[in-house]
């Protein structure tokens, strides 16, 4: 298969319902603000290495999480009802993503989150459109993790922890809230034995894009989510 290569307008992208199971879309563009929106509200996200042009995925099928279908095993509960760790959002946007780009992962070599998407969702949260989750041990970043909110959809994008379930307490943590906040969706991308037992499963890519046409238009959620979420 042929992928298209993308020109300069920020919303022409091809239509994810012709990609191929693995995802892959098109290529080249650019992380403008203006790109990333409109690729995300189309269910399509920025992959690739240092040294590689960038490379848009929509895979199918999509792993996802219904705030409803939240699962929260009894080994968590003390976390909440001792309260073990400190929460916040917004506080530390630039700490969480490059903590996230540093922490090493199982069958995994390197980094996708490099210095140019690193700056680019920096941009994104100056704008209130990217958001993150701190979970703090005494003053110390314990975990968190950190995505895209548009409509009532969060899209997740990476997650890293130092001490044991700390990004479980804070992705549990960022669930309930959104929940009551009235979103509809949380968008994993792909699956990943952490975030199935937490309740994610897989739907096809037509159902993923049909809620995306649905609840991830604006309004958007407001820009501070320390504020709106915590008060």
């Known amino acids: ?14 239509d994810p319902l012709h990609a191929p199971p693995h995802g892959l879309l098109a290529i080249g563009g650019d992380l403008r603000p203006e790109r990333l929106v409109a690729a995300y509200r189309q269910g399509i996200f ?11 995925w929509s895979p199918h099928p999509r ?19 001792q309260r073990k760790f400190g929460l916040s959002y ?27 998407m690193i700056e680019a969702y920096e941009r994104l949260h100056a704008l209130g459109i990217a958001h993150s989750v701190e979970v703090w041990q005494g003053r110390e970043l314990a ?34 809230a959104l ?30 894009l049909d809620l995306l046409r649905k609840h991830a238009q604006p309004p958007d959620p407001p820009a501070d989510w320390q504020q709106w979420l915590l008060g």
Not at 46 to 56: A, K
Not at 99 to 115: E, F, S
Not at 188 to 206: D, F, K, N, V, Y
């Open 143 to 176: 975990g968190g993790l950190y995505g895209v909110a548009l409509g009532r959809v969060f899209f997740g994008e990476s997650m890293f922890t130092h001490v044991s379930n700390a990004s479980k307490f804070g992705f549990i943590s960022l669930v309930r």
């Open 63 to 81: 792993f996802v999480l219904f705030p409803d279908e939240l699962k929260v095993h009894k080994s968590m509960r003390p976390y909440f009802n």
């Open 90 to 116: 917004d506080r530390a946007f630039g700490e969480v993503i490059r903590a996230c780009a540093r922490t090493p992962r199982r069958g995994q070599q390197g980094t996708w989150i490099t210095d140019d």
């Open 179 to 208: 929940r009551q906040k009235g979103f509809a969706l949380i968008d994993c991308q792909q699956e990943t034995p952490h975030l199935a037992t937490l309740g994610a499963r897989s739907i096809p890519r037509p159902d993923f």
């Open 1 to 14: 298969m042929s992928y298209v290569l993308l020109g300069a307008d920020p919303e022409d992208f091809p």
């Open 46 to 56: 920025p992959w690739y290495g240092e040294g590689e042009p960038i490379l848009w």
